[in-house]
């Protein structure tokens, strides 16, 4: 059974800095596609960030561009999301999530293409 855990979350004040990250087990890592997904209070599930398995091919949601930066490495089978400039509205449970093999980037930010899910880390950010 493949598991995706992440960990790092926490309480932050805006303006500051979160690195959360996710490793997996029992996964081919260097073969998915990797991201990060966000669930806000009362909100849906939103995509954030992705990468290819090679390590390239980032690709953010526009309001975290610039701010965010999706990292991973395979050796350790983890992947990482920094999140500098932190507002109140980053907010959320943040979920790691692996594509499937036939995973495009689209595919995979509409969700279809998740194949695996962590169950979340909180990151609360006060104003």
């Known amino acids: 059974q493949v598991l995706l855990v992440e960990s790092g979350g926490g309480l932050v004040q805006a303006g500051g800095s979160l690195t959360v990250s996710c490793t997996a087990s029992?996964?081919?890592?260097?073969?998915?596609?990797m991201g990060w997904f966000r669930q806000a209070p009362g909100k849906e599930r939103e995509f954030v960030a992705t990468i290819r398995g090679s390590g390239g091919g980032t690709y953010y949601k526009d309001s975290v561009k610039g701010r965010f930066t999706i990292s991973r490495n395979n050796a350790r089978k983890t992947v990482w999301l920094q999140m500098n400039s932190l507002n109140p509205e980053d907010t959320a449970v943040y979920y790691c999530?692996?594509?499937?093999?036939?995973?495009?980037?689209?595919?995979?930010?509409?969700?279809?293409?998740?194949?695996?899910w962590g169950k979340g880390t909180l990151v609360t950010v006060s104003s």
């Open positions: 029992r996964l081919t890592f260097s073969d998915y596609r």
């Open positions: 999530a692996a594509g499937g093999d036939s995973a495009t980037m689209t595919s995979f930010i509409q969700e279809n293409g998740v194949a695996y």
